[in-house]
């Protein structure tokens, strides 16, 4: 008698990427269980950076992508989970909000200058800039009411890991990890979208803590040593096969995209050399133009969604041609 077979074991990791990145990676979640009939079960880990810990937590706590999609869309279902939440203004509108004028964390500043090797360019900036006066109360409020109805309040999703940056030390700090800080979902979730001169820090047991994007915009590289069969990496700000804009700002933008598909490339390159399976799925130019270079600005986000539905869609049909219908390697959207 055969024994059975083994279960895959399997991550998601959804990076930063503002109101549209979330859009964007709903649509690429939609694309994946339309084309291969995958999406994030509660076995799977889920690692979430800023867009992608809201991402994250939802999935963390029992919903579904159709139902977080129908959500986006507005045509929610009477049993769909009630989400309290208004495109149009709970994420602070398109433009933050005058922020302080000084500092944010002089000390990341400081240490930023005498150990340049130990704190990044990128996080030394997030210190120097100021504090943002943006509330982030709206998405405390929806994981709030998500956690009451599912998992039940105090508690924390199983196999769900959120990604923030403590912003007195600059470290990188993941919630949902053993030996890590413990902090409510709502908390955590707030500290990795806490966007430095946008949003105001979230504070967590007397530490302050800003957008995990500073440290990395996907933390790929947390799932080394993770012993796993199969990884899937959306990462709305990459762009593994990016246009060519004119707009001088749009070209300053993709630069950015540019440097981060760098890090995440050789973090998914070391995945693989390891032995996992690895699907790297990223906007496209089409999607590039859908999304232009506000990714904060709400009124294109059900235009980014269905794009992506189309874009990452295809591009699975690609691979699975190109590799025999075997499990895909990687790709863009």
Sequence with gaps: MAGKSK???????????GVLGFAWMVGALTALEHELGIEPAPDDLRIGTSAGAVISGLLGCGLDVDEIRRHQIGMRLPEDPPISWNYD????????????????????VWDGI???????????????????RGSLQPIHRVLDSVVAETVGTGNWPSRTW?????????RRTVFGREGEPIAGLADAVCASCAIPAWYTP??????P????????????????GQDLDEVFVLAPMAA????????PVARLERRVRRSITRGISKDVARLRDGGARVTLLTPGPEDLTAMGVNLMNPRHRTVVLHTAMRTVASTLRDQRRQEGFSTPQAGTG
């Design 202 to 207: 979230m504070v967590i047991d007397s530490q």
């Design 89 to 108: 203004s709970d994420s602070g509108g398109s433009r933050p909000p005058r922020p302080l004028w000084w500092p944010g964390s002089p000390r990341l």
């Design 209 to 224: 803590y800003i957008d995990g994007g500073s440290v990395s915009n996907a933390s790929v590289d947390l799932l080394s």
């Design 7 to 17: 279960p895959v074991r399997r991550a998601f990791v959804f990076g930063g990427g």
């Design 114 to 132: 005498r150990r340049p090797a130990s704190v990044s360019p990128m996080l030394a900036l997030s210190g120097l800039l100021p504090k943002g």
């Design 240 to 247: 593994v096969d990016p246009d060519s804009p004119r707009s």
């Design 162 to 170: 959120i990604i923030a940056t403590n912003y007195s030390t600059g």
